[in-house]
């Protein structure tokens, strides 16, 4: 075992003029621009309705000016006092033209076709793309600056700290629940720490954007009264109609739930009363309540005369307001255990055994941070969630579920699915054509079920079952939807255009293609590893930022094994990489899902992060022996984010088979390393991944 060879030194010319030396300023560099990234996340999903069904939208922006800022690097010497001024002027056109669903107007939240007021979706995504774009190109020309002052794998190494960094610091605040203001607060003082100015005019010039961002946040901080989840900007209304007490909830701009007495809510829709008249058994001796949301459900369940109800709930902050607020007080009963989490991880964890299992109108309205298409409910409505309820159904237990389906085709979807879980039709029941409000139940036999009317049973027209590998319930067609295509395209050439207009010639970044390629390869490989830990351990927050934050370590550990000892050559771990794929390809959920919990953890971390780690040594390696530091990291950086674009072929191909496209990506990137000047070859990890 010996030292690697020798990487190229650090530029002698190169001489930082400012307050902070180089490798506390890159750790606080870094770490702001990945806690910028997901702040702008969370914030402009809270605000803009329609990032709830383009979520990575803001991430493919973050991705274009990070890649843009280190290519931006040594084409100017001023400080990007730019970044902290588009900042503001986001932070204001989001705040004076908001994208909400107006309760008057849209009684019930549909999947598409939304009714929304502020400006339409051709014109605000554009620019929170493009705003995104230039506020993280800022943070990342002052990471990108300090690169070349370091040796290369030491500068990427200090640039994962500070990258960690911002995860645990953006985990921290979602866990105490901290406002936006919050946020601005900590990136007004970044921006001060990394850009402080000697020149008087020049301080005020950069306090004045922070002052705005800060004034705005706090404004909406005081006004709208919101209690800020890890998934939601939570609002709420206590009031009366017709003397019933009841609370309206919003989340993130769309109206979510109602909080009302059950003997109200029974009375007002029959759809909360059809599961138990649907049960035969009519037992309630144990019921599971999974999207407990406030407590209606649950309150319903008690007044049937429930003796024991486990309610589950993935969001802290709709419990916390049922609990505060119910006008029945349903979770103050100690007939009602509570649980914070996601409801599939639930009933793959649970042991209990129970007479009626209800989801209770479980749907999120957001998409799950850093995977493009999956949603916080996908896996409860797949074929493998509904035998898993009934597997924990006791004898002549019963399974159901209620909704507001919007399309005749998903009613017969999940009709189907049951279908197939259970082995023999479900009882469906049209409550109301309008919104295809329907009620769908299963016994665990025939027997168990007490059908008003059989019902018809699946069309040609209705599409098959939702699976784990496929989880997109409300896609009928296997397809992209042309919405997606034509987005992403317009993302591709405005990219294209911007490298042009910022980075200079395309030919600098031509040595690096192997570069470009592997990130491609990286995000289709994490975007596996965060849907795979979601199925396996519940799509929470906390999940994801235990994955995000374990990628991170994992190119961490193959940075530091690089930099101590003498690695494989690069066809070698080309071969280690190749076969960590196959592993992860061989290996099915469904297994991992068999296995206890702490042993599901072991093997689900060994098969996920395998090849992440192969992948890192071979850019260490690679990275290492280039001759442009910066240049080479933000062609990686660039193929990040045509990777996130390719994330949307799992709606055609499912999640498992993206390891088939990283794998050929990876193919064309070993095929593109340079024979001659050294090593070559690598995969990096995006310099700034995300969370929810």
Not at 43 to 67: A, P, R
Not at 446 to 451: F, G, I, K, L, P
Not at 466 to 495: E, H, N, W
Not at 547 to 571: D, I, K, M, N, Y
Request: net charge neutral; hydrophobic share 50%.
């Amino acid at each position: 075992m010996g030292v690697m060879t020798a990487e190229p030194p650090p530029n002698p010319d190169v001489r930082h003029t400012h307050w902070l030396s180089t490798r506390p300023r890159l750790i606080v560099a870094s770490g702001f621009m990945l806690f910028l990234e997901l702040a702008l996340i969370r914030w402009t999903g809270s605000n803009i309705v329609h990032l709830s069904y383009f979520t990575n939208f803001v991430l493919l922006g973050s991705f274009l000016g990070i890649g843009l800022g280190f290519l931006r690097v040594g084409r100017s010497t001023r400080q990007p006092y730019y970044s902290p001024i588009v900042l503001a002027a986001l932070v204001l056109i989001v705040w004076l033209f908001p994208v909400t669903v107006d309760r008057q107007t849209e009684g019930v939240l549909y999947w598409t076709s939304l009714s929304a007021s502020g400006p339409p979706p051709w014109l605000i995504l554009p620019v929170i793309f493009a705003a995104a774009a230039i506020v993280l190109m800022g943070p990342a020309e002052l990471v990108g600056r300090c690169f070349p002052e370091l040796e290369r794998l030491e500068a990427y190494r200090y640039d994962l700290i500070g990258s960690l960094s911002g995860i645990a610091l953006f985990t921290a605040l979602s866990f105490l629940s901290a406002p936006p203001v919050v946020w601005g607060t900590i990136a007004a003082i970044a921006y001060a720490v990394l850009l402080w100015p000697r020149r008087v005019w020049a301080r005020a010039a950069l306090l004045v954007p922070s002052l705005i961002v800060v004034g705005v946040l706090a404004t909406e901080t005081l006004t709208a009264g919101a209690l800020w989840s890890p998934y939601y900007k939570v609002t709420y209304v206590r009031g009366y109609w017709n003397d019933v007490p009841l609370m309206n909830i919003d989340v993130n701009g769309i109206p979510h739930q109602q909080a009302t007495p059950a003997k109200s809510r029974l009375e007002w829709e029959r759809q909360y009363a059809l599961p138990y008249e649907r049960a035969a058994s009519g037992k309630l001796d144990n019921v599971l309540i999974v999207g407990a949301g406030s407590g209606t459900d649950v309150s319903i369940a008690l007044s049937k005369g429930a003796k024991h109800v486990d309610a589950v709930e993935i969001d802290p902050k709709l419990l916390e307001l049922g609990r505060s607020y119910h006008p029945d007080n349903p979770y103050s009963d100690p007939r009602v255990t509570t649980h914070v989490t996601d409801g599939r991880a639930f009933l793959e964890r649970t042991s209990d055994k129970y007479d009626l299992i209800l989801f209770a109108l479980p749907d999120s309205l957001t998409l799950v941070s850093g995977a493009s298409s999956l949603r916080l409910e996908s896996y409860l409505f797949t074929q493998q969630a509904m035998e898993a309820a009934r597997d924990h159904l006791k004898p002549g237990g019963a399974f159901s579920m209620y909704n507001y389906y919007r399309e005749t085709w998903l009613v017969d979807r999940l009709g189907s699915t049951m279908q197939a879980a259970f082995g023999h039709k479900p009882c469906v029941d049209i409550v109301s054509e309008t919104g295809q409000q329907a009620v769908i139940t299963a016994g665990l036999t025939t027997e168990a079920q007490r059908c008003g009317s059989e019902w018809a049973g699946a069309t040609a027209d209705t599409p098959p079952p939702a699976s784990d590998d496929r989880p997109f319930l409300y896609l009928k067609d296997r397809t992209i939807p042309q919405i997606y295509i034509i987005t992403l395209g317009l993302i591709l050439i405005v990219s294209l255009l911007a490298v042009r207009a910022v980075a200079g010639p395309y030919r600098r970044m031509r040595p690096y293609a192997d570069l470009f390629l592997l990130g491609v390869a990286f995000l289709l490989l994490e975007t596996k590893s965060v849907t795979g830990f979601a199925l396996l351990f519940g799509t929470t927050w906390v999940v994801n930022a235990i994955v995000f934050g374990g990628v991170l370590v994992a190119v961490l550990a193959a940075v530091e094994v690089t930099r101590r000892f003498r690695v494989p050559s690069l066809p070698v771990m080309y071969g280690v990489l190749v076969a960590g794929l196959v592993l992860a390809w061989l290996v099915p959920n469904s297994w991992l899902l068999s296995l206890p919990l702490p042993l599901r953890a072991v093997v689900a971390v060994i098969v996920a992060f395998l090849p992440i780690f192969a992948a890192n040594v071979v850019f260490a390696k690679r990275f290492a022996d280039s001759a442009d530091a910066t240049v080479s990291f933000g062609a990686n950086l660039l193929g990040a984010m045509v990777g996130g674009c390719l994330e949307y072929l799992a709606l055609v191909i499912g999640y498992q088979a993206l390891l088939i496209v990283a794998g050929l990506v990876y193919l064309g990137a070993f095929a593109l390393l340079p024979r001659t000047g050294g090593t070559a070859g690598g995969v990096g990890t995006t310099g700034a991944v995300k969370i929810g």
